[in-house]
């Protein structure tokens, strides 16, 4: 399988200029600034991805805020100081958002509207046009996070015409396509896009979702004293998913799947490594992680066990999260473990 050349160890910089708790300028400015980005390559680092909401770039009209294209330019800058490249993560765009606690949104709706996806090519273009200049250190990924697994042939439609307007701007950026039901690693053979030699197949992978996010307040149906060891049984795992949604917890009930530890991992990702392989695509996991309520040693054990299943296929991946989010691994919550936990990444 080809590999996604620069992009092999990342993190996220999220909760920067994407799923802020208000839109404020001074955070902006101060949540993500150049000793961060000096520090992440100090540990050894390849590159940032930077999730962006389409609010910080553009007014709810599509008038162009010069102020959030300097957040990304700044951040492209200290990147080429520091060594490091940087994908571009549209994270919600107008119109849609994976946001589960934005309970109102209509999330099919972007699929089949022009009007919607008119905004969202506008944007891309701006981003592409701004960012022409380098194509060998700056990837995009077009949208975060399909929820339905119903609009799956709408979304490739869009992301066909997606590579078509970024190849007239940009041909030789790599461009990061992921699947649906939350980009669920098992959804990558469902992507039928149009492929050149810069083209990468995406998912994430927060597996035993029951596990990496016990406690979380934002899935439905997790109560918020639930606490899970890692590993456990896969039978144990089953058993806590099934009051879960089924689009976020599927993989556990997968019956092709072993049990739980690197095997898990290694089968879950066979599906998308036969279909990165057989398009001779690379494949990339652009988010991954541990919600901070886990106790350290399980922390541990869960990404050694995924780690050593990316390095035997040679996945790119980017942590979830460099800070906050419930995931931030430089966060007091991950003190204790931090030396571990960035030796193994």
Known sequence: MREFSGFQKGVNLGGWISQFSKYDENHFETFITEKDIEFISS????????????????????TIKESGFGYLENCRAWCEKYGLKMLIDLHECYGYSFDPLKKDMDRKAFFYSQELQ????????????????????????????????EVANAWNDICSKYISLI??????????????????????????????????????????????????????GMPLDFRIEYP??????RKVS???SPNLVGAVFDPSIREIGVDFF??????ALEKAEKDNVPLYCGE??????????????????????????????????????????????FSSIREKFIEIL
């Open 118 to 149: 008119e905004r969202f090519f506008s944007l891309w273009r701006e981003i592409a046009n701004r960012f022409s200049h380098y194509q060998e250190t700056v990837a995009f990924e077009p949208l975060n996070e399909v929820v339905l697994p």
């Open 43 to 62: 540990l050894g680092f390849d590159h940032v991805r930077v999730p962006v909401d389409y609010i910080v770039l553009t007014d709810d009209e599509g």
């Open 266 to 271: 290694v089968d879950i990702f066979t599906p």
């Open 167 to 220: 190849r007239d701007i940009c041909p030789r950026t790599w461009i990061v396509i992921g699947g649906v039901n939350y980009n669920n690693v098992l959804s990558v053979p469902l992507i039928n896009i149009p492929i050149d030699d810069r083209i990468v197949y995406n998912f994430h992978c927060y597996e035993p979702m029951v596990f990496t996010h016990q406690g979380a307040y934002w899935v439905e």
């Open 242 to 244: 099934k009051d879960l």
């Open 288 to 333: 991954y992680g541990v919600i901070d309520k886990a106790e350290g040693e399980y922390k541990i054990k869960w990404l050694s066990d995924i780690h050593t299943a990316f390095k035997k296929f040679g996945i790119g991946r980017a942590l979830w999260n460099y800070k906050e989010k419930d995931f931030g691994f430089v966060d007091d919550s």
């Open 232 to 237: 456990r049984t896969l039978e144990e795992y």
